[in-house]
């Protein structure tokens, strides 16, 4: 049995069948099983997109500068982050937001040992 694993979520399948943003019900259904995943004593990284609210390279497609379209990219990550990690909060799940850019007090900047090191 594995001892760790890292869990890649598309940012798009948190629309459920909504078309756009988050599924509360998704994202309720992907909380339990990470929390069931937890539970076995497996540790869980999860990186997490943002596709379901801003795709950087279609902004670009559509006229945003293509830096500012990555940018809000990233903070729709964040937005998708932050979703996941109060709806296992809310399950008694330990969970924290590490983030690229420094964001205090949104997430923790993020680094190899300490995301190893809060697993």
Same mark, same amino acid.
Request: glycine share 14%.
């Given at each position: 049995? *594995? ?11 948190? +629309? $459920?069948? /909504?078309?756009?943003?988050?599924? =509360? #019900?998704?994202? &309720?259904? *992907? %909380? +339990? /099983?990470? #929390?069931?995943? %937890?539970? +076995?004593?497996? /540790? ?7 596709? &379901?609210?801003?795709? $950087?390279?279609? @902004? %670009?497609?559509? @006229? ?6 990555? /940018?809000?990219?990233?903070? %729709?990550?964040?937005? &998708? ?10 399950? @008694? ?9 420094? +964001?205090? =007090?949104?997430?923790?900047? *993020?680094? =190899?040992?300490?995301?190893?090191? *809060?697993?």
């Amino acid at each position: 049995m *594995y001892k760790r694993i890292l869990l890649k979520l598309s940012g798009e399948s948190l +629309m $459920g069948e /909504q078309g756009f943003g988050i599924d =509360p #019900k998704r994202l &309720n259904s *992907y %909380a +339990m /099983q990470i #929390k069931e995943v %937890a539970e +076995m004593g497996i /540790q869980v990284g999860i990186v997490i997109g943002g596709g &379901n609210i801003f795709r $950087g390279l279609s @902004g %670009a497609s559509k @006229g945003f500068d293509r830096v500012k379209g990555d /940018q809000m990219g990233m903070l %729709a990550t964040i937005i &998708n982050s932050l979703a996941l990690c109060s709806e296992l909060e809310k399950m @008694g799940v330990k969970s924290k937001v590490f983030t690229s850019v420094a +964001m205090h =007090p949104i997430g923790d900047h *993020y680094s =190899p040992s300490d995301a190893i090191e *809060y697993l």
